[in-house]
């Protein structure tokens, strides 16, 4: 008997059969209509990554490959209209406050966010976590500019008036909390840019720590227990240990959402054009830069081009933080659609 | 005799106790992180909310904004115009290219696909709106324009659904799918009358998601989609919308006219919009969730 009753494929003889393995079943049924659908829908699943190309490409054009030089990473932003041989590009200023920015915001987001995802997956009953996880989804609903008019109307008079100086009369001594009181002037500046930001990033943060602390083998939790561990000892010794490479890449995709952030952080952190002496002094991110002076850049050759270089450093610098976030990833998820139960766990 | 508890491990030890309280109090004081981020969502609703309501009537919703004032009526059909172009563009896109994803590519393009997509997510809107500056406003010559609007959201939006698609159709289950092709069902077939009715209530909540999250969107419109004072009239005017009327007013002064108050309930239309739709997404979602149960047994 060399034929299966059930698929009517021909099994090869023993002899044959236990030299070579026997393939897989292919995924996909042959049929002869693959070829005209898959020619027909293939061009738009290649199109996200050719939008990828074409930006580069766009922009790599509009900046006539013209300033790329060390003078670029200086820290003179001096753009003069009236004199081009005088005007200076630095961009280091700018370098420096989305450096800080991003990562005061993805550390108080990253620490806030595994505290959250460890309490929506251990320590609170179903309901109350599924209820408290569509809130903090919300907070990633909530438009940018959103954020950039309640920092700016109701929160900054609050931390001109009361937060700060607060902090500088009892936390003066501390590095970046002192200085004079002129740096507090209307509340923005660095200290409301992170902690708006943070508001922004913890979400993403959040729905990934999540995922892969879920991800945890149920045999490994529950061997953990089992050997009369707490579920706190668990958590420490299982679950983080196990999720480190998940949470590690959701701090990276946290700081990429956070390097890229423009116009509620334009909105809130005061906008000067110089290194924040303190935490409530104003200063300016690239993205900052990027969204305020591109309108006087329209008649202005050299400034758009300048600024075009920064765009494009600003992309593949996410671009690679992203890739690398990625790697670590291990079920490729997109924040808050990974949020959404698969039918694996439906069908649990 | 009773059996003796062991002095360092067992339940009576003061170790065994220290162990217990340690989880006790963290399963208390973790949650309370809560608050970190709950607080500032609802102060954030309350303020916006107690701005814009006492001036919000029908005449806001109905006349164009004016120098000092006026209401949104430009600003909302522009934004449901730039939402309407860049979902019909990114969904068609989406869908098509998640389907090829999940059905057709072997796993090496569908896994470079979903690289693009998802890289393509990551790229900051501030980038987008500068390519979209120059690609369709520039070098077209359109000048700003909805289309360019809406074409530069729609690169925004269409990571969103095409994962979703992909993933919506890469989850018909094993059985439905089999037994499509058992019966003789070409690849045409199984995708519309099998995996498309499965499939398409998560891609609507993609597409929901995706809808969330372009109107929220203000950088890549600043340079693409112009501005104006009244409704749009075709694809080549220019438009206005209610993140960028935010954007435009929100440093008003408040003693003089009316503009902050318009950027406000702006931002308010705008948050309820949002949440209409994540309550939308969850109701499909849960639907969709008990089916696929159904399915499965």
Known sequence: MTTSPTDGSTIPPASEASSEPVPPPARRPPTGRKRAGAVLTAPLSWLPLLFLAAIVAVLLYASDFHNFGLSFWGPNWFPDPLDPASASYGVLVFAVGTVLTSALAVFLAGVLSIGLAISLVMFLPGPLARVLALFVDLLAGIPSVVYGIWGYVVLAPYFANDLEPALQSHLGFLPGLGGSSVEIAGGTGLLLAVLVLTLMVVPLTTALVRDSLRSVPRALEESGLALGATRWEVVRRVHLRYARRGIFSAVLLGLGRALGETVAVFMVIGNQVRFPPTLYSGTSTIATLLVGQFDSAFIYPDLLRALVEIALVLFLITLAVNVIGRRFLTDGGLGRIALEAGPEKAAS | ?297
């Open chain 2, 1 to 297: 005799m009773t059996a003796t508890v062991d002095p360092v491990w067992g339940t009576d030890s003061p170790r065994w106790r220290r162990r217990v309280a340690a989880d006790r109090y963290v399963s208390y004081l973790l949650p309370l992180l809560f608050l970190a981020v709950l607080y500032p969502l609802l102060d954030l609703i309350y303020w916006i909310g107690a701005e814009a309501l006492p001036t919000l009537s029908w005449r806001t919703l109905t006349t164009n904004p004016s120098g000092f004032g006026g209401g949104l009526l430009a600003p909302i059909t522009g934004t449901l115009y730039l939402i309407a172009i860049s979902t019909a563009l990114a969904g068609t896109v989406g869908i098509v290219a998640g389907m090829y994803t999940a059905e057709f590519a072997s796993p090496r393009v569908a896994s470079l696909g979903r690289l693009g997509g998802n890289l393509l997510a990551g790229v900051p809107a501030i980038v987008i709106g500068y390519f979209g500056y120059f690609a369709l406003v520039l070098y077209t010559h359109w000048g700003m324009t909805l289309v360019a609007g809406g074409i530069t959201l729609s690169i925004f939006m269409i990571p969103y659904i095409y994962r979703t698609a992909d993933l919506a159709f890469g989850s018909v289950p094993a059985d439905q799918r089999e037994a499509a092709f058992g019966m003789g069902a070409s690849r045409g077939q199984y995708l519309r009358r099998v995996a498309w009715p499965i499939a398409f209530p998560r891609i609507l909540t993609g597409i929901f998601i995706a809808m969330a999250i372009g109107l929220g969107e203000t950088a890549p419109l600043l340079f693409t989609a112009g501005w104006n004072f009244v409704p749009a009239t075709g694809l080549s005017s220019q438009t206005s919308y209610l993140t960028g009327l935010i954007w435009l007013y929100y440093s008003a002064p408040t003693d003089f006219g009316t503009e902050l108050a318009l950027a406000f309930q702006a931002a308010f239309l705008l948050i309820v919009i949002v949440i209409a739709l994540n309550v939308i997404v969850q109701l499909i979602a849960e639907r969709y969730r008990r089916r696929l149960r159904g399915l499965f047994r």
